[in-house]
């Protein structure tokens, strides 16, 4: 089972490979398999039909020999039974009968050679051959077999039939020879058996008799030899007392090697048709093969591209990142990761449309592609969200060095066409030490440092700390309590006075959201309108609020109200219409109602927040600048925008008796907004003197706790009716 699951590959590519393999061994085998066998039972008819041939040569080659002796048998039969021969072959002086009738006979005959007339004792009373007297006995020219022969035929149980025949060996070679009574043809004779006489007859079985009978019966090739010579074709030639005297050997025709030699051109073409089949298949399949490599890779390139930048995207870098954390452990260097958020990119998408964000995009890509170095992996993961991961045995300097090349590239504004936009950047860095942190953790750690970055007060740099995860734990708890006490109704709206400068009558009231959490006591606004903010819950609670602080504006009709708006509200679409929608369902006047608003959000978005602005305008509210001093402080935005109102900054106010430098610079700012007919607010008063200090300056209005602090709507009443809306004397 191991060794299976090991030779089995892992990807589906190797085991769609090594199921064709499969295929192809198959079908080769196959081809292997079915060629052998037509070939074999080829081969097999060949040799049967060799065998069929070879027996029938066997049989003809025995029958030939046979028929030799019968022959001759027949040919001794005719001369030896004759009533001619019965009576001069006995009579004494018929010698010359004898020699010319059978003696001269030998010559030139086809039938015998050879022709000796013997008595029962052996006794030679004529021998011929060829035509001419022979000087031997019987027995010193055959070989002992005609004795046997001889035996057979004067037999007494031979009597019916006194004749015998077979192969003998000869002075001469190789005969058949039969030894026959000379009698009557009826089979009579009135010789006694003493005086008895034998025919004997020899055929020589020399090469021309076995070349007629090579010819007679078309046995290729049939040669008489030794009994010695070993062939696999041959009939043995045997005498009378079972002696092999010689063989007939013959060549095998084979006719079956000759069909099969004939047939296997035929069965090779048909091989070489498949197996050109085979070799086009093998190569469609590899063609197919590397096709379908080809597709898997480019889609596996494409599934971790990013269309619009050509840089890795999320699931690219999840996998690069793992593949750089698992070498920085084996090779003991760091892995540093940089997380970096677009700020304002969602505005240039709302303000210029898709396509202008899509070019910022690429435009972005492109400049991160050229800071990058070469050697870290750069990736596009989110809509405006980048990662930048780097391996590397330096510090987390490296990584910072990065982030800040990065920001400063952001500073300047991006042309983008005709348009020129203006972004930047929140970036966390998260460091993974000698890849001792995987990967979903540091990406983890990065996203979380960057959102820290995101809520410092953006185009920050944030590196991961321990402490975040803290934060970010009771942000969670937060948010988690925040959403029921807004469900539940838990929020309240706290007022705070606002003052004529010239007289310190209350003209109106800023609205101040309050939370007081179960278990935990009164929340500072500071610490959850973020968490509002990054969960949406914002737009429920400035609703809220806004709602609140019209209905309560209705019972005190000589105030206006300060509503403060976060930037998440701004950015709504639907934001307008629902003020709208608020105003028209309490019925409050809207020019009684100030929306304050802080700069962050001008900034990031002018195009899109003045169209807000317009619109808000055009349902009647009044805007107001809010905390100006503590951040831009850009005298352009008041101008461009158009705001009703400006309120200045309480760290301007609580620094102006520190320093000459710092009066002037608040003098010169509320002049400076007097001169664009912006009335101004000093915000956060707490003394006396600095009352005195902005109502010099040129502050027609005031707001601090030395006026009041922001306390529940009854309090306020009370104070109204108490000293008439003065809070303190002018
Ligand atoms: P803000 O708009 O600048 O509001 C004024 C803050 O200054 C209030 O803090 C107020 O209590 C405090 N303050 C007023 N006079 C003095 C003073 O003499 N000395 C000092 N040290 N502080 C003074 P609060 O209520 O804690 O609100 C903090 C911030 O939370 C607000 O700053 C505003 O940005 C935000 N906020 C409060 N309520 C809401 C709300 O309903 N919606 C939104 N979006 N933001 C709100
Ligand atoms: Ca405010
Ligand atoms: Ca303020």
């Not at 020899?202 to 030794?226: C, M, Q, W």
């Not at 062939?231 to 005498?239: E, G, R, T």
Request: a negative charge.
């Amino acid at each position: 089972m191991q060794l299976l699951s090991r030779l089995i590959p892992e990807t589906s590519e190797g085991r769609r490979q090594l199921a064709v393999l499969a295929v192809l061994v198959a079908f080769a085998m196959v081809v292997v398999i079915v060629t052998s066998i037509v070939l074999a039972a080829i081969g097999q008819v060949a040799r049967h039909a060799n065998d069929l041939d070879d027996g029938r040569s066997q049989e003809t080659t025995n029958g030939a020999l046979q028929t030799f002796v019968w022959q001759l048998k027949a040919t001794l039969n005719d001369y030896a039974a004759w009533d001619d021969a019965a009576q001069y072959v006995y009579a004494p002086d018929q010698q010359d009968w004898v020699i010319s009738n059978i003696g001269d006979m030998t010559v030139n005959s086809d039938l015998f050679d050879t022709a000796f007339v013997v008595g029962l004792d052996r006794k030679v009373y004529m021998a011929y051959r060829h035509g001419k007297p022979l000087e031997e006995t019987l027995d010193s020219y055959f070989s002992p077999a005609i004795a046997t022969l001889f035996i057979n035929a004067s037999a007494p149980q031979s009597r019916a039939a006194p004749e015998a025949a077979g192969f003998v060996e000869t002075r001469d070679g190789i005969a058949a020879a039969g030894v026959s009574l000379v009698r009557m043809k009826s089979g009579e004779l009135s010789v006694p058996v003493r005086d008895q006489r034998y025919l004997v007859y020899a055929r020589h079985l020399n090469e021309d008799k076995v070349r007629k009978l090579s010819d007679t019966y078309v046995i290729p090739g049939l040669r008489l030899v030794g009994p010695e010579v070993m062939s696999p074709y041959f009939a043995p030639i045997i005498d009378a007392t079972g002696k092999l005297l010689a063989k007939l050997v013959w060549t095998s025709r084979v006719p079956g090697d000759a069909s099969f030699e004939q047939a296997r051109p035929l069965v090779l073409v048909a091989v070489g048709i498949v197996g050109c089949f085979f070799l086009g298949l093998l190569l469609l399949g590899v063609i197919a093969m590397r096709r379908l490599k080809e597709d898997e890779t480019r889609a596996q390139k494409l599934a971790m591209e990013d269309r619009l930048s050509g840089l890795l995207n999320r699931s690219g870098f999840y996998a690069g990142l793992e593949k750089l954390i698992r070498t920085a452990r084996d090779e003991k260097c760091s892995v540093f990761l940089l997380y970096l958020d677009l700020d304002g990119f969602k505005e240039v998408n709302d303000a210029y449309g898709h396509g202008t964000g899509d070019q910022l995009i690429r435009g972005v890509s492109a400049g991160l592609q050229v800071l990058v170095p070469p050697d870290a992996m750069l990736a596009r993961i989110g809509g405006d969200e980048f990662a930048v991961a780097i391996a590397t045995r330096q510090s987390e300097e490296v990584a910072r060095k990065l982030g800040e090349v990065v920001l400063s590239f952001f500073a300047e504004p991006l042309v983008i066409g005709e348009r020129v936009a203006t972004v930047g950047a929140s970036i966390g860095i998260a460091a993974s030490p000698l890849g001792l942190v995987d990967c979903d953790e540091a990406l983890r750690r990065a996203d979380l440092a960057m959102y820290k970055a995101k809520e410092n007060g953006r185009g920050r740099i944030f590196a991961y700390d321990p402490d975040m995860d803290a934060d970010r734990e009771e942000k969670n708890r937060i948010e988690i309590d925040l959403r029921r006490a807004i469900e539940n109704g838990e929020l309240t709206v706290a007022y705070q006075p606002v003052v004529r400068a010239i007289d310190c009558a209350i003209v109106g009231v800023e609205a101040l959201v309050r939370w007081t959490r179960a278990g935990h006591g009164p929340v500072p606004p500071d610490s959850f309108i973020p968490v509002a903010e990054t969960t949406g819950l914002i737009d429920a609670l400035g609703m809220f609020v806004l709602r609140t602080a019209c209905l309560q504006i209705l019972e005190w009709p000589d105030l206006h109200v300060a509503i403060n708006i976060s930037p998440g509200q701004f950015r709504n679409p639907a934001f307008t219409v629902n003020v709208a929608d608020v105003i028209r369902q309490t019925g409050v006047d809207p020019e009684r109602i100030t929306l304050e608003v802080t700069e962050g959000y001008f900034i990031q978005n002018p195009a899109r927040a003045r169209w807000t602005i317009d619109r808000l305008k055009a349902i009647g509210v009044k805007i107001a600048l809010d905390d100006f001093g503590a951040g831009f402080s850009s005298v352009g935005y008041l101008r461009q925008f158009g705001f009703d109102r400006m309120k200045i900054d309480r760290s301007l106010v609580a620094a102006v008796h520190d320093s000459v430098k710092a009066r002037d610079l608040l003098q010169a700012t509320v002049a400076m907004a007097r001169a664009l007919d912006i009335p101004v607010t000093a915000e956060g008063i707490e003394e006396e003197r600095q009352a005195l200090a902005l109502r010099s300056c040129g502050c027609d209005e005031m707001q601090g706790f030395h006026f009041g602090r922001p306390a529940p709507a009854a309090e306020i009443a009370a104070l109204l009716s108490e000293r008439g809306g003065r809070v303190i004397a002018a």
